[in-house]
């Protein structure tokens, strides 16, 4: 049998109604594509008894009726979709970019951030909205987009105390990841500016701005280019 | 159309029923009832599907009237619940006449009270679910608790009134615990025994920062080997994560749907219910059980909540 080129996944029980599938130890664009490719499978040809889906970064967790389903029976159950993973083509990626107003009352650790990697603000945006990110997941709340591809540079330690309330459309760095808070939640980022784009819109289809694997860029815009847009 | 008025909201009154699944790849977490136990059957007492909406009061009730007559049950934690001043039965069905007012005082016992009425709580369905989620102002009646004045429409009714009840026995076998019992979390194995110990040898306060997203508790600090490093995964309802300072916080029905935080452990479905029922300072305990325990316990209880000899005539 051919050996698969990435390493096998592990599966491993989190509750007595759910299951956590590993499809890789790192955060890495290529394990964030077979999550990708397995959620796709998973909505095309559901499983009978499989209740939510809970995409991250290289594992998916499977939440099922237990009363329908266990671990074993599941994990049969999925290893033919994982075998098609290799297979299975990637859907077309969209591309979007989001406006941010960076520093000041929008961004209130940005000059800390500076600090920490020895670098001046307009460093600091400069970096942040060069590069293209990748949509690994949404998760933690509502429409919360998991980027990958933040500059090493970046990467700062979340706040040692969270804020209890993190404004909408606050664009954050915690750890090596960045993102941008759909709405207003409790949070550990560190806080760099926001964007007067709404995120998460229980009107719009699909309510979330982001999609899983969606491409995206930041772009530095000033406190009047935010206001004109409509943000708060 | 038929509502319920609110005369007072109480402390914390919000539309649930028992969630909305597949919304996971959004970000979006199931909600739905905190005891869904009480919610399943006060529904059955009334003649509603057992997963209608209805509303969830929290610590300390609310008053309500009804501008027809309508059949209501009330289950749950005793509120103290009264009828135009007479103390009302729990667990029952109940007739209420055009004009007349419900009425709920602080909790007596545990956290939540249901009130179903027959019909159900008709709200525009967010993704599915009649649920709130306060947190994100989705789902429920305008994605918020209710406030004094909310008129609160209510779904067709059959009008058939059976004077039914819950049976004693199935009352004393689904009593929420403050033991719970837990099946090893995906991380179990970063924490050393003395940790084990530590969780299942000591009583742990609900703290007052609790909420429908997560439980925290206060307690004996349990340790972790912090070498290792986490990557955010997908977490589940009930899972208890231990943050650096060594606290847990049991993720609850608005969790989060990933997290960054090794969870040494999760509750066990058929004990979900008892969380919903925790009040601040109250102390809990944990059991560790085997995950096919954790599965003959919630088929009991699953085939108590489907058994004729759950109500009584």
Redesign the interface.
Same mark, same amino acid.
């Given at each position: 049998m051919r050996k698969s080129r990435t390493s096998e996944p592990q599966f491993r029980a989190a509750s007595d109604q759910s299951l956590l599938v590993y499809l890789g130890e790192e955060i890495a664009l290529e394990n964030h594509q077979r999550v990708l490719k397995l959620i796709r499978l998973l909505q095309s040809e559901p499983i009978d008894g499989v209740r939510n889906l809970h995409p991250a970064y290289s594992s998916l967790l499977i939440n099922f009726d237990p009363l329908r389903l266990d671990h074993d029976k599941l994990q049969s159950t999925l290893i033919p979709y994982l075998e098609r993973l290799d297979r299975e083509p990637l859907p077309a990626t969209r591309g979007i970019e989001i406006p941010v107003c960076y520093g000041g009352e929008f961004g209130p650790d940005l000059s800390g951030v500076a600090e920490m990697h020895g670098m001046t603000s307009a460093q600091v945006i400069e970096l942040h909205s060069s590069p293209i990110y990748v949509v690994y997941f949404l998760g933690f709340a509502p429409g919360f987009a998991y980027l990958g591809g933040l500059p090493e540079a970046l990467a700062s330690p979340r706040l040692e105390t969270p804020r209890a309330k993190v404004p909408q459309g606050s664009v954050g760095i915690g750890g090596n990841q960045t993102g941008v808070y759909p709405i207003s939640t409790p949070g550990g980022w560190r806080l760099i500016g926001r964007t007067p784009l709404a995120m998460f819109r229980r009107t719009a289809n699909p309510m979330s701005l982001l999609q899983i694997g969606d491409h995206v860029r930041f772009r530095a815009i000033s406190e009047k280019e935010f206001m004109e847009f409509g943000g708060r | 159309m038929r509502a319920l008025i609110v005369e007072a909201p109480g402390l914390f009154t919000t539309v649930q029923d028992l969630g909305r699944?597949?919304?996971?790849?959004?970000?979006?977490s199931?909600s739905g009832a905190a005891d869904a136990v009480s919610l399943r059957i006060g529904n059955r007492l009334v003649g509603n599907p057992e997963g209608a909406a209805a509303l969830e009061m929290t610590l300390v009730g609310g008053a309500f009237t009804f501008d027809r007559p309508e059949i209501v049950a009330v289950t749950g934690a005793d509120f103290g619940p009264s009828l135009d001043g007479m103390a009302l039965p729990m667990w029952t069905s109940i007739e209420i006449r055009q004009g007349q007012t419900l009425k709920f005082g602080p909790s007596r016992s545990g956290a939540r009270a249901y009130l179903c009425v027959q019909g159900g709580i008709a709200v525009e369905p967010?993704l599915g679910s009649a649920s709130t989620?306060v947190?994100?102002?989705?789902g429920g009646f305008e994605g918020r608790a209710l406030r004094k004045g909310d008129r609160v429409e209510l779904g067709a009714a059959n009008s058939l009134f059976r004077k039914i009840a819950i049976s004693p026995n199935a009352l004393e076998s689904l009593q929420p615990c403050k033991t719970i019992r837990i !099946?090893? $979390?995906?991380q179990r194995d970063w924490f050393a025994e003395s940790s084990w110990k530590t969780l299942c040898g000591n009583a742990f306060r609900v703290s007052e920062q609790s909420n429908r997203m997560g439980i925290r508790l206060e307690g004996p600090p349990i340790s972790l080997d912090a070498s290792r490093e986490m990557?955010?995964?997908?977490?589940?309802?009930?899972?208890i994560q231990v943050t650096p300072s060594g606290q847990p916080i049991i993720l609850f029905v608005e969790q989060? !749907?990933? $997290?960054g935080y090794p969870?040494i452990a999760?509750?066990?479905?058929a004990d979900l219910h008892s969380l919903g029922q925790l009040r601040p300072r109250d102390e809990i305990r944990f059991e560790r059980i085997e995950?096919s325990e954790?599965?003959s316990l919630?088929?009991q209880q699953?085939a108590l909540l489907a058994s004729k000899e759950l109500i009584q005539e």
């Open positions: - | 699944d597949g919304f996971g790849p959004m970000g979006v199931a967010f989620h947190l994100s102002g989705l !099946t090893d $979390g995906p990557i955010t995964e997908g977490v589940s309802l009930g899972a989060q !749907t990933t $997290g969870k999760n509750v066990i479905s995950l954790a599965r919630l088929i699953e």
